[in-house]
């Protein structure tokens, strides 16, 4: 004769089967939906129209970085411009006159007011800042 228990072990058994095989459909129903989602929108990212706009993103984005990099070759060639023209200017005597995209940063000023004197300026035996022409 059976128990009561031995019942109870079978339909401790069967629900959890029946437990195991729905949760297992639920999962199998998501994954393919996940996979026909993926799919399609794979496909809609393949077509000739949308392959053109990622291509024309990237062309414009590839512009846009190069006109930033031009930018800051033509500002850094403006300000190793500006600070080689007191060397240039001392060493030679000439006073070039620049344009005004080409003038590059204003010199620094003293506490004094006065402008700083760099190394690259000359300075006569009294050690003040020689200005104007060489003399010969």
């Known amino acids: 004769m059976r128990t009561f228990e031995g019942k109870m ?10 437990a195991g095989i729905a949760l297992g459909a639920v999962a ?18 393949l077509t000739p129209s949308a392959i053109a706009a990622d291509v ?10 190069l006109g930033s990099f ?14 080689y023209r007191p ?6 005597g000439a006073v070039a006159l620049l344009a005004a995209d080409q003038v ?3 010199p620094p000023i003293g506490a004094d007011g006065n402008e700083v004197i760099v190394a690259s300026d000359r300075i006569d035996a009294d050690g003040a ?7 010969a």
């Not at 800042?129 to 003399?135: A, E, H, K, L, T």
């Open 9 to 18: 072990a079978t339909v401790k058994r069967i629900y959890y089967f029946s």
């Open 28 to 45: 199998t129903r998501r994954t393919r939906r996940a996979k026909e989602a993926a799919r399609a929108a794979l496909a809609a990212k």
């Open 56 to 65: 024309a993103d990237a062309i414009a984005e590839l512009g846009n970085a």
């Open 70 to 83: 031009a930018a800051d070759v033509r500002q850094g060639a403006a300000n190793r411009r500006a600070a």
């Open 87 to 92: 060397m240039i200017d001392n060493a030679t």
């Open 104 to 106: 590059g940063p204003t």
């Open 129 to 135: 800042p020689v200005r104007g022409r060489r003399s």
